[in-house]
C-alpha cells in the first residue's frame, strides 16, 4: 500500500470518471484501508462500474485504464528517464511557459479555478504551467509517464493524474472548460479518430487546442523519418544506448556544419540530432540531455502522422467548434472555442 500522502488519488475525481467501456460512474471498492487522514484521497484499490461487470485498478494513487504495455511504451520509458529535464522549475528558463501561452492563446487568469485536461501529459511539463496558473489539471497519459508526472508534480493539490487512452477517454462528457494536446496526437495509431474524442470532453463555452508536427515536402526529407523504419523496430533499450554513445559525437558534428557560411543552417539538418544551440537558452549539459530526450523522440514511436492546416482547420470545424484558428507556433497549432 502506498503511503505517500502525495501519491493518492483524490476520491473528488470519481465525480467526473467514467467507465470507458460502458459510460456508467465509477465507485471505489476493496481500498484496503488506504484512505488517507484528508478523507479526500486513496492510493491503491479498484474502480468499479456500477453494474459490478469492469473493474479498473488504483495504483500507486493513479487510476488505470490501459494494460500495463502498450505501443505508447516508449514514451513511458523516455519520460521516466528524463521525468525533469523539460519542466521550467527545473530548467530554470520558462520554455515550456513561453510554448503553453503562445500555442493556447490563454491567460493565467483564464485558467484559475478552472477544470482542465492535459492529454499526453508526459512527465507533467505543461501541467506544471497550468497548474502554476491556478487550474484543477488532469494530467492524462497512455504510458507509464503518469508515474513521473505524478512524482514531478506531487506538491499541487489540484493535480489529478489518470493513465487512460485517447480512443476510449474515462470522463463524463463534457467535463473540463479547457482541454488541450500539444505533441502528441501525430503518435497515435489514428490521428483523426485520437482529435474527434477531445471535442467531447468540453463544456459549452470552453476551448480545445491541439498541435501537430506540420506536414510538408521539407519534412520528409528530415533524417529522421528515413531512419525511423528502422530505429522503431529496436529494442527501446538497445535504441537509447545507442544514442547515448553517438548523440554527443552528433552535436559536435551539427555545429560545425552549422559553423559553414550560407548553408550552415540547412547542412546541420542532415545530422539526426536535436541540437538546441543557439536556439534554447539552456547550458551545455542541457543542451545534450534534451539533444538525447529529443532524438530519441524523434526515432522512437510506433507513429508519427504531421497534418497539413487544411487537415486541421477541417477538422476542428466538422465538430461544430467556432471561431477556430489554425496557425504556426512553434508547431501546427489549431484551437476553437465550443458553442
Known amino acids: 500500500?502506498?503511503?505517500?500522502?502525495?501519491?493518492?488519488?483524490?476520491?473528488?475525481?470519481?465525480?467526473?470518471?467514467?467507465?470507458?467501456?460502458?459510460?456508467?460512474?465509477?465507485?471505489?471498492?476493496?481500498?484496503?484501508?488506504?484512505?488517507?487522514?484528508?478523507?479526500?484521497?486513496?492510493?491503491?484499490?479498484?474502480?468499479?462500474?456500477?453494474?459490478?461487470?469492469?473493474?479498473?485498478?488504483?495504483r500507486g494513487g493513479i487510476p488505470r485504464f490501459v494494460p500495463a504495455s502498450n505501443y505508447a511504451d516508449n514514451f513511458?520509458?523516455?519520460?521516466?528517464?528524463f521525468s525533469r529535464t523539460q519542466l521550467d522549475s527545473h530548467s530554470g528558463h520558462p520554455i515550456t511557459a513561453e510554448r503553453?501561452?503562445?500555442?493556447?492563446?490563454?491567460?493565467?487568469?483564464?485558467?484559475?479555478?478552472?477544470?482542465?485536461?492535459?492529454?499526453?501529459?508526459?512527465?507533467?511539463?505543461?501541467?506544471e504551467v497550468a497548474l502554476g496558473a491556478g487550474a484543477h489539471v488532469?494530467?492524462?497519459?497512455?504510458?507509464?509517464?503518469?508515474?513521473?508526472?505524478?512524482?514531478?508534480?506531487?506538491?499541487?493539490?489540484?493535480?489529478?493524474?489518470?493513465q487512460g487512452d485517447i480512443y476510449a477517454l474515462p470522463f463524463a462528457l463534457a467535463s473540463f472548460d479547457f482541454v488541450y494536446s500539444l505533441g502528441v496526437l501525430q503518435h497515435t495509431p489514428d490521428v483523426e479518430r485520437a482529435f474527434m474524442a477531445l471535442p467531447k470532453m468540453v463544456k459549452p463555452g470552453g476551448a480545445l487546442v491541439v498541435d501537430f508536427y506540420r506536414k510538408s515536402w521539407r519534412i520528409a526529407l528530415l533524417p529522421k523519418y528515413w531512419l525511423r523504419p528502422i530505429t522503431k523496430q529496436l529494442p527501446k533499450n538497445t535504441l537509447f544506448g545507442v544514442l547515448e554513445r553517438t548523440v554527443p559525437l552528433m552535436l559536435q558534428i551539427s555545429n560545425a556544419l552549422a559553423a559553414v557560411p550560407v548553408l550552415g543552417r540547412?547542412?546541420?539538418?542532415?545530422?539526426?540530432?536535436?541540437?538546441?544551440?543557439?536556439?534554447?537558452?539552456?547550458?551545455?549539459?542541457?543542451?545534450?540531455?534534451?539533444?538525447?530526450?529529443?532524438?530519441?523522440?524523434?526515432l522512437s514511436p510506433a507513429y508519427d502522422n504531421p497534418q497539413t492546416p487544411q487537415t486541421v482547420r477541417r477538422w476542428l470545424e466538422?465538430?461544430?467548434l467556432?471561431?477556430?484558428?489554425?496557425l504556426h507556433a512553434g508547431h501546427l497549432v489549431g484551437r476553437g472555442l465550443m458553442p
Open 1 to 58: 500500500m502506498n503511503s505517500d500522502p502525495h501519491l493518492l488519488m483524490k476520491i473528488s475525481l470519481t465525480s467526473r470518471l467514467r467507465c470507458p467501456s460502458t459510460g456508467q460512474s465509477l465507485h471505489a471498492q476493496d481500498l484496503q484501508g488506504s484512505l488517507s487522514a484528508s478523507a479526500d484521497e486513496l492510493s491503491d484499490g479498484w474502480l468499479v462500474s456500477q453494474d459490478e461487470e469492469h473493474r479498473y485498478p488504483i
Open 76 to 81: 513511458g520509458m523516455q519520460w521516466n528517464k
Open 100 to 127: 503553453f501561452w503562445a500555442a493556447t492563446g490563454w491567460t493565467p487568469a483564464d485558467l484559475k479555478d478552472r477544470w482542465v485536461i492535459d492529454v499526453g501529459c508526459g512527465s507533467g511539463r505543461f501541467a
Open 138 to 162: 488532469v494530467a492524462l497519459d497512455y504510458s507509464s509517464a503518469v508515474d513521473a508526472a505524478a512524482a514531478n508534480l506531487r506538491d499541487h493539490d489540484r493535480l489529478y493524474v489518470v
Open 266 to 298: 540547412l547542412l546541420r539538418r542532415v545530422v539526426p540530432v536535436a541540437n538546441y544551440t543557439g536556439v534554447l537558452p539552456l547550458s551545455k549539459q542541457q543542451i545534450r540531455e534534451w539533444a538525447l530526450l529529443d532524438t530519441f523522440d524523434w
Open 318 to 320: 466538422a465538430v461544430g
Open 322 to 326: 467556432q471561431q477556430v484558428k489554425v
